[in-house]
């Protein structure tokens, strides 16, 4: 996956298959002259979650779970809507493993206070990767 380092939703984002793909993606998101710098990730197949926490003092609390539904366009893709999704603390369940591993990334990141919208793609036995954080 190749995007602009600020991206908006998925505006400037191409899913590659390859180095020269990922070269045309890179040069065209500069070419654009809008971004001076791209990212290059790994694509993580599964779904997307998006965690909105609250934190002071270092303690964090999870205000908000939403699920990500994206449409593929050619081979780009675009958000088509995204969803709540009701909090559960069972074990075992996507919630709780999306949950805590948005609070370990939270802490491991330094957050201490504020508000924070965090990304997350699970996919299968890999669990829970960190798509972007901001804090």
Not at 62 to 88: C, E, H, L, M, N
């Amino acid at each position: 996956v190749v995007k602009a380092c600020v991206p908006s939703g998925t505006e400037c984002v191409a899913k590659c298959d390859g180095a020269e793909a990922a070269a045309d993606a890179a040069a065209g998101i500069l070419g654009s002259r809008r971004y001076d710098a791209v990212v290059v990730q790994e694509f993580v197949p599964g779904a997307e979650y998006i965690v909105d926490c609250v934190s002071l003092d270092g303690q964090h609390v999870v205000s908000a779970i939403w699920a990500v539904q994206k449409a593929s366009i050619g081979s780009d893709f675009a958000y088509d809507r995204k969803v709540t999704v009701p909090f559960t603390s069972e074990e075992g369940s996507v919630q709780r493993a999306v949950c805590d591993y948005v609070v370990q990334c939270l802490a491991a990141l330094g957050v201490q206070t504020g508000a924070s919208h965090t990304k997350v793609l699970c996919g299968g036995a890999r669990g829970p990767c960190l798509v972007k954080a901001c804090p």
